[in-house]
DNA sequence: ACTTGTGAACTGTTTCACAGCA
DNA sequence: TGCTGTGAAACAGTTCACAAGT
């Protein structure tokens, strides 16, 4: 069964590439597809299809391909998406009731009970189920909800001490969109996601596909 | 000056790292700062940070470090962030209007001129300096105001579309926030930004931490 | 005949360790 | 002495190519 070999970080975010081929292709309602329709369609190489799911067991057939209900129950499986995932988000302002309200989360099996904000303008507003609640509220309310994952879309300035209370009530993951850098105790998961990164990440390559355009050095 | 040589993904990402992370430095008063300080900063390594910087040229200086105010402004002009970038957001919903209003982005010089949008109900809203127009005035406006980026906030079903319209205009990139693969000319540089692989790579590392502590396989 | 699963080769990235310079 | 810049070594990820299974 599922050894736990390292798996890198690009082999993960593939396997969600793969989920969601996985469902398209079965809305189309085709049965069985190899490596290659899987690769061409996610733009990878039918190799690395192969070798990502090689990691965690042998889902196809020789000389026939993968079932596509099969393979799509067992990467739902490996990322751990069979299961609801009670989530909080901290930070009711636009990004983080835009992530509250962001349908491929619940589609995911991610619930999101509530918003915790500072703001008392903000308390009580509802965001699909949520309701935003006081931030001096969150550690009680995660603890007592048995809350998994905590979304942080705060200032910077406040995302260590959110990340701390999360901990403390004992939260297993945190995304944090707040721009900076958070730390967690090692049983704690986490994942930094920087939308000023990426938009900085398109303008290098703007700049540098004009340089190339225009018969830069090289 | 900047050689072409290409440059990794993950190292531009640290790039926008470091900017961030020399602009509190200075705000801290700070003249100069070590590799060694910057790593730690940054959560990486001293080599790595030396690595990165020399990729674009000699900052440093040999027994004594980096200035942080050249440094920040020599990074800053890599990353392209030197300039102003006019862009527009294409889907005016809450992803759409929350990334509209994103401070950092105006902060590096993405100005947001517009938001496109097909619902009627929609137009006229102002976020911002910015107001939502008809979609099908996407591709003259974009022509007319010389837009070179456009960042993608639509359903799944729409972006490719919504891209074409941008790359006829003459866009030079796009930020695809839409759960769906663009294609893109070459001449067009390309970022993709999933928030739902975000997730699951959490939900991943999660279940993953879950075994290690329970004594799974090795 | 077809397509997977996988060692081996290759390519790219990170870390090491030290020469060179202020 | 202190710290950068950088080849060389180590490590990681991807692609190749083919044996094995249906």
Redesign the interface.
Known sequence: ????RK?S?ST??R???Y??ILRQIRARGETTISSEQLAD???LTSAQVRKDLSFFGNFGVRGRGYDVVALEQAVQS????DRV?PAVVVGA???G???T??P??AR?G?RILALFDTDPAKHGRRFGDAEVLPLSELESFARRERV??GIVATPAAAAQDVANQLIGAGI????NFA?A?IEVPP?V?L?Q?????????????????????NG???
């Open positions: 069964m599922s050894s736990l798996v970080d993960v975010r396997l969600s590439l989920l969601r369609e996610g733009g490996i990322l751990g998406l995932w302002g636009r990004l009731s835009a992530l309200a962001y491929d989360f995911q991610f998994s994952i297993l993951g945190i995304l721009p850098r049983h998961s994942r996601v920087n939308l000023a990164v990426e938009l900085e990440g398109l303008s290098f390559a703007i700049v540098g596909a004009g340089q190339r355009a830069g050095t090289r």
